[in-house]
C-alpha cells in the first residue's frame, strides 16, 4: 500500500476531500493552541471571530463543517485560512490543494510531538525500518483507523 493510501485513510486529507471534510480536518487537527478547544459550533464561531476580527456565525460554521454550504464567500474562506494558519489555496481543487494537504498533515503530526502525544523517538524508529517492516506498521495503522472510525458515532 502506497504513502498515498496511508494519507488518505488515517487523519491527512485526501486530494479529493470536500470543503466539509478539510474544514473539520482543521477543527481536529489544527486548533491554535492559543485558543481554547471548542465544544460546539457556537465556540468555534467566536474564536474564529474574536481571532480575525470577521463576523462568522455558529450557522455558517455548522453549514461549513456539514456540506451545506459549498461555496462560502472569500472573507470567510480568509478567516478560516487565517485563524487556522492555512494558506488559502487549502480550499481550492484538488490540483492545488493536495500538496498543501501533505504539509498540513506533517504540521499536524509535528505538533503532536511538541505536544507529546507522539513520542519522537516512534517516528525515528518507523523512518529506520525496513520497508517490509514499515509495511506491516502501515497495514497496522490503517486497520486502526478504520476501527476508530467505525466506533464514532
Given amino acids: 500500500m502506497?504513502?498515498?493510501m496511508m494519507r488518505e485513510q488515517v487523519g491527512g486529507i485526501s486530494p479529493g476531500?470536500?470543503?466539509?471534510?478539510?474544514?473539520?480536518?482543521?477543527?481536529?487537527?489544527?486548533?491554535?493552541?492559543?485558543?481554547?478547544p471548542p465544544r460546539?459550533?457556537?465556540e468555534t464561531a467566536a474564536a474564529i471571530s474574536r481571532a480575525t476580527g470577521e463576523d462568522i456565525s455558529s450557522t455558517t460554521v455548522w453549514k461549513l463543517r456539514?456540506?451545506?454550504?459549498e461555496n462560502p464567500q472569500l472573507k470567510t474562506l480568509t478567516a478560516l485560512a487565517t485563524f487556522f494558519g492555512v494558506p488559502i489555496g487549502f480550499f481550492g481543487f484538488a490540483g492545488e490543494s493536495a500538496p498543501i494537504g501533505d504539509d498540513l498533515t506533517i504540521k499536524a503530526l509535528q505538533r503532536d510531538v511538541e505536544q507529546g502525544i507522539i513520542r519522537p523517538e516512534v517516528l525515528r524508529a518507523l523512518v529506520d525500518l525496513s520497508p517490509r517492516a514499515r509495511w506491516v506498521v502501515d497495514e497496522m495503522i490503517l486497520a486502526a483507523a478504520a476501527a476508530d472510525r467505525e466506533r464514532k458515532p
Fill in 2 to 4: 502506497g504513502r498515498g
Fill in 40 to 42: 460546539n459550533n457556537v
Fill in 66 to 69: 456539514t456540506g451545506r454550504q
Fill in 17 to 36: 476531500a470536500s470543503l466539509a471534510e478539510k474544514v473539520e480536518w482543521l477543527i481536529r487537527n489544527l486548533w491554535p493552541a492559543d485558543a481554547e
